[in-house]
DNA sequence: CCCAGTTTTCGCCTTACAATCGAAAACGTG
DNA sequence: CACGTTTTCGATTGTAAGGCGAAAACTGGG
């Protein structure tokens, strides 16, 4: 059998978190989980773990989802053999989806420590999303899905810090997105805060679509210095999009 | 119903190379296919290819595996709803495994193009596969799957540029390499060519189990400084391995 | 035996990007 | 209007990668 699972994690209260709900049957009963379910007859993988979701949180909600790894060991789960296509979602900080009684938001240090205990192989699973997460965040500009459609520089480096499980200095953090051409300037400033300061300049990411996958300084082929033109090497380096 | 299948790849005669067999009844029959097959009930999908890949090659010739990903589309192939977990397969160039009659290698170049025409998903499969395999080249050490056990700065470089797909400086790749510490000088040198020519030194890569996944210079975390001991902020930095 | 040709290796320079530091700007409050 | 606060910007440093050319180490031929 073929099942799907999807790690949803979200900035809240300055933590990663990661939505669970939790068991009332066996097996496991009263341990947490992921969301997900049976993959259906008509339906991809993607598909089907959004179909799922839906029952859990409101999927307008979910920014990002991407395919993480698939889990099979033969007695990952008792009773049947079953496949699981596990996914990465992300959700806005700003986001507060109402949540059935069974679900809630945990934070993913926690989790990762048996509290509360998780299902089956899912507390792996989560693991795995966070350090897909991490990974990410650092050469893409996957942090769209994890801000709000408009923030200040201190804002987001308190989501990049909270994700990333380290500190971020600000003034890098903006600099080195700014270059890529990921952070754009929306005009607008943020009211300070109650100590006052100077107001922040609002961003936005650029493009949502746009992905960021290319390595940044590491072996790229060579720029051509001024398009000698004429004998083409070896396979273009660029033949698909 | 779900299968494994996998994209062998090796650069043989300068070109970065698949393995396919051609099917020999319908569907698809004539066209050519990546090896693999059904799931066996007390496998997971990593044990299940590398069995599957033995009917088509001598699996101790393949130096690493790694998930790829699921293609799920329900109309995938005909007649029946299957759902593949695909991976990526690496043999290094110096392997010259005996094929049956059915398997030959064949340029990726070529087959993304459609020469020969390929079964199903697969040529799909084939192109993440190849994309797969020029990003990590480029910032892990995976390249010790594609060299022998020692090898010279030269026919490593012939190996990166065929798989890349643009010309890579042997300058470069020998200090990029040293400097992340992967490429280990054995001591030995190789003879020269024909022509004469100062003789190579002879490399390996560093521990075959290592993997450089970190970012090398993308948003790291801060070095502490001197360790001013004292206050731990936020969530541990590095917690798991 | 020396010299031209070849191939590899190494050092130096430039460019690119990230991290750190400190000053300046822009706001509140007393 | 001085003061603390917060953000932003510029300058400097450090590290990594690309490019170029000289030096090293060999072969083969006069």
Same mark, same amino acid.
């Given at each position: 059998?073929?099942? *799907?699972? +999807?790690?949803?994690?979200? !900035?809240?209260?300055?933590?990663?978190? @990661? /939505?669970?709900?939790?068991? %009332?049957?066996? &097996?496991?009963?009263?341990?947490?989980?992921?969301?997900?379910?049976?993959?259906?007859?008509?339906?991809?993988?993607?598909?089907?773990?959004?179909?799922?979701?839906?029952?859990?949180?409101?999927?307008?909600?979910?920014?990002?989802?991407?395919?993480?790894?698939?889990?099979?060991?033969?007695?990952?789960?008792?009773?049947?053999?079953?496949? *699981?296509? +596990?996914?990465?979602?992300? !959700?806005?900080?700003?986001?507060?989806? @109402? /949540?059935?009684?069974?679900? %809630?938001?945990? &934070?993913?240090?926690?989790?990762?420590?048996?509290?509360?205990?998780?299902?089956?192989?899912?507390?792996?699973?989560?693991?795995?999303?966070?350090?897909?997460?991490?990974?990410?965040?650092?050469?893409t500009n996957l942090g769209f899905a994890l801000a709000p459609p408009e923030f200040t520089?201190?804002?987001?480096?308190?989501?990049?810090?909270?994700?990333?499980?380290?500190?971020?200095?600000?003034?890098?953090?903006?600099?080195?997105?700014?270059?890529?051409?990921?952070?754009?300037?929306?005009?607008?400033?943020?009211?300070?805060?109650?100590?006052?300061?100077?107001?922040?300049a609002l961003y936005r990411f650029a493009e949502r679509g746009m992905r960021i996958t290319?390595?940044?300084?590491?072996?790229?082929?060579?720029?051509?210095?001024?398009?000698?033109?004429?004998?083409?090497?070896?396979?273009?380096?660029?033949?698909?999009?």
């Open positions: 059998m073929h099942e *799907v699972l +999807a790690a949803v994690l979200q !900035v809240r209260e300055g933590q990663l978190q @990661v /939505l669970l709900w939790q068991r %009332a049957i066996e &097996p496991d009963a009263g341990r947490w989980a992921l969301p997900g379910g049976r993959l259906g007859d008509s339906e991809d993988v993607q598909t089907s773990v959004l179909r799922q979701l839906a029952e859990k949180v409101d999927v307008r909600d979910v920014a990002h989802v991407e395919q993480l790894e698939v889990f099979s060991a033969p007695d990952r789960m008792p009773h049947r053999r079953t496949v *699981v296509t +596990a996914f990465l979602g992300l !959700v806005p900080c700003v986001a507060d989806p @109402v /949540l059935p009684d069974d679900t %809630a938001w945990h &934070p993913v240090t926690d989790a990762l420590q048996g509290s509360p205990p998780t299902a089956f192989d899912h507390g792996l699973i989560v693991r795995r999303a966070r350090d897909r997460l991490r990974a990410k965040l650092s050469y520089v201190s804002s987001l480096r308190e989501l990049y810090a909270a994700a990333l499980g380290h500190r971020v200095s600000a003034t890098n953090l903006q600099r080195v997105l700014a270059r890529r051409g990921v952070l754009i300037p929306t005009g607008g400033t943020a009211p300070p805060g109650p100590a006052g300061g100077r107001p922040a290319d390595p940044f300084a590491v072996l790229r082929p060579p720029e051509p210095p001024h398009a000698p033109e004429g004998v083409v090497h070896l396979a273009d380096p660029r033949a698909a999009p």
